[in-house]
């Protein structure tokens, strides 16, 4: 299945798809976003997604182009119309075969060039569909690496950590130093040392049998699936805090993983030259990713695969 793109409302072709190069969200990063996955064809919690990309909107009073139900109703279009099987990926997990990954992108549109948002005019509204690209099955079996950099999450009271924005150069900036240092992600500092986020995931720990993560205080987005781990951690009877994290916390953790979207969870057995744990997946990130899995539906473990 090629690439689709909703672009307010009328089906084109990637290379077909044009937005004014003065639109803000391309001179100003002055937009809201969402991604969102398949599973069995079907947008996965898409009220969710639709909830926080209206208080992302709000908090920058930025006005959207659709409201939920219209954004709902173009999903769907664009999933219909970019319908079809892939090739067979012998090295995908096997819940990720046939899925789909789904950008929704609300501008506030195009106008004279200024800081000035008075002067946007006609917003804009675009879906992406492409076959999802998630990590591979050995991912999950084997975990990966991940790396502390020197990109600075930036501070609460300068940017909304609520706010899911077009404006991501630091996150580019952190993913390539992680990149260049062989790691799948990058994990972000703040000013005072703490960690607060990956690039595009939320950080978990396991230290003494108990979930750790960030509070959303520590500057975070709220992440969809963090929320719903957080949920199956309750439901499966695995205690939980909220409490800031220092690097050297993740390092001494007996199990370390980060969660988003297109990753679900996804353990970490390294940070940086530091081995979490046995080096492998531990049994608290298996059996909370079991968890997901079956309520996600579709394939459970990755026996298919071995």
Same mark, same amino acid.
């Given at each position: 299945?090629?690439?689709?793109?909703?672009?307010?409302?009328?089906?084109?072709?990637?290379?077909?798809?044009?937005?004014?190069?003065?639109?803000?969200?391309?001179?100003?990063?002055?937009?809201?976003?969402?991604?969102?996955?398949?599973?069995?064809?079907?947008?996965?919690?898409?009220?969710?997604?639709?909830?926080?990309?209206?208080?992302?909107?709000?908090?920058?009073?930025?006005?959207?182009?659709?409201?939920?139900?219209?954004?709902?109703?173009?999903? /769907?279009?664009?999933?219909?119309?970019?319908?079809?099987?892939?090739?067979?990926?012998?090295?995908?997990?096997?819940?990720?075969?046939?899925?789909?990954?789904?950008?929704?992108?609300?501008?506030?549109?195009?106008?004279?060039?200024?800081?000035?948002?008075?002067?946007?005019?006609?917003?804009?509204?675009?879906?992406?569909?492409?076959?999802?690209?998630?990590?591979?099955?050995?991912?999950?079996?084997?975990?990966?690496?991940?790396?502390?950099?020197?990109?600075?999450?930036?501070?609460?009271?300068?940017?909304?950590?609520?706010?899911?924005?077009?404006?991501?150069?630091?996150?580019?900036?952190?993913?390539?130093?992680?990149?260049?240092?062989?790691?799948?992600?990058?994990?972000?500092?703040?000013?005072?040392?703490?960690?607060?986020?990956?690039?595009?995931?939320?950080?978990?720990?396991?230290?003494?049998?108990?979930?750790?993560?960030?509070?959303?205080?520590?500057?975070?987005?709220?992440?969809?699936?963090?929320?719903?781990?957080?949920?199956?951690?309750?439901?499966?009877?695995?205690?939980?805090?909220?409490?800031?994290?220092?690097?050297?916390?993740?390092?001494?953790?007996?199990?370390?993983?980060?969660?988003?979207?297109?990753? /679900?969870?996804?353990?970490?057995?390294?940070?940086?030259?530091?081995?979490?744990?046995?080096?492998?997946?531990?049994?608290?990130?298996?059996?909370?990713?079991?968890?997901?899995?079956?309520?996600?539906?579709?394939?459970?473990?990755?026996?298919?695969?071995?």
């Amino acid at each position: 299945m090629p690439m689709l793109v909703n672009l307010d409302g009328s089906m084109v072709a990637p290379a077909e798809a044009r937005v004014s190069v003065f639109d803000r969200g391309f001179l100003h990063g002055d937009s809201v976003y969402e991604v969102i996955r398949t599973y069995g064809g079907r947008p996965f919690e898409l009220p969710a997604h639709l909830a926080r990309l209206a208080r992302s909107a709000e908090r920058i009073a930025l006005a959207p182009r659709w409201d939920a139900a219209r954004a709902t109703a173009e999903i /769907e279009r664009t999933l219909a119309a970019a319908r079809g099987p892939d090739p067979v990926d012998p090295e995908a997990a096997p819940w990720n075969q046939d899925e789909r990954y789904i950008r929704l992108v609300m501008t506030r549109g195009a106008g004279e060039i200024g800081l000035d948002p008075a002067l946007a005019v006609d917003p804009v509204a675009v879906v992406i569909v492409q076959p999802l690209r998630a990590p591979p099955a050995r991912a999950y079996r084997e975990g990966v690496k991940v790396a502390v950099v020197g990109v600075r999450r930036a501070a609460p009271e300068a940017v909304d950590p609520s706010v899911k924005t077009g404006a991501r150069l630091h996150h580019v900036l952190a993913l390539k130093q992680a990149r260049d240092e062989g790691a799948h992600e990058a994990l972000l500092l703040d000013d005072r040392g703490f960690v607060t986020e990956g690039t595009s995931s939320t950080v978990f720990a396991v230290s003494g049998g108990r979930l750790r993560t960030a509070p959303l205080s520590a500057g975070i987005l709220e992440g969809v699936t963090r929320g719903l781990v957080l949920r199956l951690a309750a439901r499966e009877r695995v205690p939980f805090d909220e409490v800031a994290l220092r690097p050297e916390d993740l390092e001494r953790a007996e199990e370390v993983f980060i969660t988003s979207t297109a990753r /679900e969870i996804l353990p970490v057995v390294a940070i940086g030259a530091h081995t979490i744990g046995a080096g492998r997946p531990g049994p608290v990130t298996h059996r909370l990713h079991l968890a997901f899995r079956r309520l996600a539906g579709g394939p459970v473990g990755l026996s298919a695969r071995r």
